[in-house]
């Protein structure tokens, strides 16, 4: 009775009519990485002033910027705290219950996002040293979210629409970018206007205002409101029906919670311990090796080697963009002028390229499925790379730079609409539920790493390779053009990994994870244990 009534739970969950509580459920898990990517993108808005408020050398002919260890730990430093959020939150998720951990990690994001602003010290140093604190542990909470809201959401969701519920829950990470563009925009007009500055070309000194320095602080700042908000519906959400069913063993409680919910009436009883429980394998068995150890490589790979690609144009945009001539040169502006052309710019690749990406991947991923997708996104990614790169010299021609703008904004379309979306879902859909959340935040934490290479190389390595080029503090690099030419033989190889990640479209999570298969086997056990009298 205690399998059918499992059955009898899952099926309900699989063909549940889509209704009110999935909306609500993707709004809640998709505000934690609204959050998340205002907060980790909002860096890359006001590194310029920071090394114009902290970093300006007197006399010198260009304003302040950040020493390459500096500029390297603080764009970096919260994704080595988001890496070790995923493997850690990813762990806690199985063993404790998706939601026992859920509103722990926001709030960890809301304090540490206050705290980002309020990084004080002494010193230039002091002031760093303090927002790097802050936002390795930001970037530990962020880390939590992506398994468990991923999670969450696949175990909340209908087979049919599955793919496409997972996916606005990360497509949220688009308007956090935008938000961040905008809050900037705001910010900065504000300031600029109430306190007017002469370029740095005209005044050095009188081109960074006191005041600038609340203009990064309330950027920053600014990404703990929509956390907070989202905080008191977190913790109203129950457990998903499918670890209370599968891991906790609680049939009982499974279907109590999912009636409550997806409004389905279902009575199960409490499940008794089977074999099935016995001959549960784990992540480091050969068992797991063997039913999707190659999955596993291929949902980390894919994931690392996207994440090289694209946060490095995500964090640098703004190096790209002055390369190309399509912001003003540094001189030319005053420090808060500066934060907004910067802002601006994002704003309009994030509007033009970014967040229809990501909607495109909502729209069709239940139709086109998740293997072509990533296939096709990986693809475009590397045909518009290289034709960044090969006839680089033309895009920096001033007539072609909004041509330039078209065909950058394209790489983040076909990212968004491709690897960028699907990585986040497969993880959440294709291994057993025991080791869902775990197998979730490797292939998260694998993604953090590339954009560890991403922001630190790509720091150094789009260095002008002329000396007289580069920025204060650096060594020559390799370029903006030869930057472009490996970030499009990193996509080339995201091709040949996609071919290890399975198609997941319209299949049930059992059906995926062969948990099916072990119900099959555990009642065949038992079945052929059992004695009969002769």
């Not at 990533?374 to 909004?402: C, D, S």
């Not at 930057?483 to 499009?488: A, D, E, H, Y």
């Amino acid at each position: 009775m205690a399998g059918g009534s499992k059955v009898e739970v899952l099926n309900a969950l699989d063909m549940a009519k889509t209704q009110l509580y999935h909306f609500t459920a993707i709004v809640v898990a998709g505000m934690g990485f609204f959050t998340d990517a205002y907060d980790l993108f909002s860096i890359s808005l006001v590194t310029k002033l920071l090394g114009r408020i902290y970093y300006t050398v007197d006399n010198s002919s260009k304003p302040g910027t950040l020493p390459p260890n500096v500029a390297a730990a603080v764009n970096g430093v919260a994704f080595c705290g988001t890496l070790a959020g995923q493997l850690f939150f990813g762990w806690l998720g199985d063993k404790l219950g998706r939601k026992k951990v859920y509103g722990l990690t926001l709030m960890v994001m809301v304090i540490c996002a206050i705290g980002s602003g309020l990084s004080f010290g002494s010193s230039a140093n002091g002031v760093i040293a303090t927002l790097c604190f802050f936002r390795f542990w930001l970037g530990f909470g962020i880390g939590g979210d992506y398994p468990l809201s991923a999670t969450i959401m696949s175990e909340y969701a209908n087979k049919k629409t599955r793919g496409a519920f997972i996916a606005a829950v990360f497509a949220m990470q688009g308007f956090g970018i935008l938000t961040g563009g905008v809050v900037a925009l705001i910010v900065s007009s504000a300031f600029d206007n109430a306190f007017p500055a002469p370029a740095y070309s005209e005044d050095h000194v009188g081109s960074t205002v006191p005041q600038a320095d609340y203009v990064w602080r309330i950027i920053l700042m600014f990404g703990a409101a929509p956390a907070i908000l989202t905080y008191y519906w977190r913790m109203k959400m129950p457990e998903t029906a499918r670890y209370t069913a599968l891991v906790a063993k609680n049939m009982k409680q499974a279907a109590s919670d999912m009636s409550k919910v997806l409004q389905v009436d279902l009575l199960a009883e409490e499940e008794t311990p089977s074999a099935e429980q016995a001959n549960s394998y784990g992540l480091f068995s050969k068992e797991f090796a063997g039913r999707h150890g190659l999955h596993l490589v291929g949902t980390c790979v894919c994931w690392f080697l996207l994440d090289i690609a694209y946060y490095s144009n995500n964090l640098f945009q703004k190096d790209i963009f002055a390369a190309i001539g399509w912001l003003p040169s540094a001189a030319s502006m005053n420090a808060i002028h500066e934060l907004y052309m910067i802002a601006r710019a994002q704003t309009l690749i994030a509007l033009c390229g970014t967040i229809p990406g990501y909607w495109f991947t909502v729209a069709f991923i239940d139709y086109i499925g998740r293997f072509w997708i990533q296939l096709m996104g990986f693809f475009f990614m590397t045909v518009f790379m290289f034709a960044l790169a090969i006839p680089y010299h033309h895009w920096t021609l001033k007539e072609n730079r909004i041509d330039f703008l078209v065909m950058y904004s394209l790489t983040f379309f076909f990212a968004n609409f491709g690897p960028n979306a699907t990585t986040f879902v497969v993880p959440a859909e294709i291994f057993p539920a025991r080791l869902r959340s775990t197998c979730h935040g490797i292939s998260a934490a694998s993604g953090k790493a590339g954009a560890i290479v991403g922001a630190f190389g790509f720091l150094y390595a789009a260095q002008s390779s002329d000396p007289a080029k580069t920025d204060a503090g650096y060594p020559p690099g390799i370029g903006v053009r030869n930057s472009l030419f490996v970030m499009g033989g990193i996509c080339f190889f995201g091709i040949l990994f996609t071919f290890l990640v399975p198609e997941a479209k319209g299949k049930s999570l059992e059906e995926l994870s062969g948990e099916n298969e072990q119900e099959e086997e555990s009642r065949e056990v038992a079945s052929s244990s059992r004695t009969v009298p002769v």
